[in-house]
């Protein structure tokens, strides 16, 4: 069965500095894996989806990796500002296509 | 419209009453999931439709659960004789062919008093 995990379960960070959000699962064998947004409130934002074959994928200040091997992905945000303050979770997609996720990070980014 | 649409937004409803929640997805996408997520967790997976058959309904916790896609686009999940256990957010989210991204409404928020 399917375990995603994510650390830490909170962050909070001064504004500007670099962080990384950490995702592992335990059966290797995934299609994909996003990385999401959620912010109180609202629904959930896809800001990166990595294809198995893939290592990893950049948007903007965004930058996520993969190593299936390992069971790992990291969520890389550059230069933090206030705005990105919210829950990041990661999900994957494995067995019946349907999407496992983790608990998330809820990151605050301190103006 | 662009997005994942539910509806209704809010929902209180007595205990015993039945519910139904509507998911209208992106229009074309093939794949339709609901999902449930309780305070402080990640969204728990409940059942999800290729078309208008269901692939998968291993999450739905018993059977007070159904949900159907019957036209392969507009998904409803009833909830039968709520209980106050079943108080969550209700997301649902939709996604095309293969290995493409998924797209998740704003959620249900459903409250049985």
């Known amino acids: 069965k399917q375990e995603v995990t994510q650390i830490p379960a909170a962050l909070s960070v001064p504004e500007g500095e670099n962080l990384v959000l950490n995702c592992s699962f335990t059966?290797?064998?995934?299609?994909?894996l996003q990385w999401f947004r959620q912010d109180p409130g609202k629904g959930l934002t896809s800001l990166l989806l990595?294809?198995?074959?893939?290592r990893e994928q950049t948007s903007g200040r965004l930058n996520a990796s993969l190593d299936k091997s390992s069971g790992r992905s990291t969520l890389y945000i550059a230069a933090s500002q206030p705005g990105d303050s919210a829950t990041y979770l990661c999900?994957?997609?494995?067995?019946?296509?349907?999407?496992?996720f983790g608990t998330g990070t809820r990151l605050k980014v301190l103006a | 419209g662009a997005g994942v649409s539910q509806s209704p937004r809010y929902k209180v409803t007595k205990r015993g009453q039945d519910v139904a929640l509507r998911c209208d997805p992106i229009s074309g996408h093939v794949s339709l999931y609901w999902y449930r997520q309780a305070l402080g967790q990640g969204p728990e997976f409940l059942t999800y439709f290729n078309y208008e058959a269901q692939q998968d309904k291993s999450g739905l916790p018993n059977d007070r659960f159904s949900a159907e896609r019957p036209e392969g686009s507009i998904s409803t999940l009833t909830i039968q004789r709520t209980e106050q256990r079943d108080s969550a957010m209700y997301r649902c989210?939709?996604?095309?062919?293969?290995?493409?991204?998924?797209?998740f409404g704003q959620g249900t928020r459903l409250t049985v008093v």
């Open positions: 999900a994957v997609v494995s067995g019946t296509y349907k999407y496992i």
């Open positions: 990595i294809q198995s074959s893939q």
């Open positions: 059966d290797s064998a995934i299609y994909n």
């Open positions: 989210a939709s996604k095309g062919l293969m290995n493409t991204e998924a797209f």
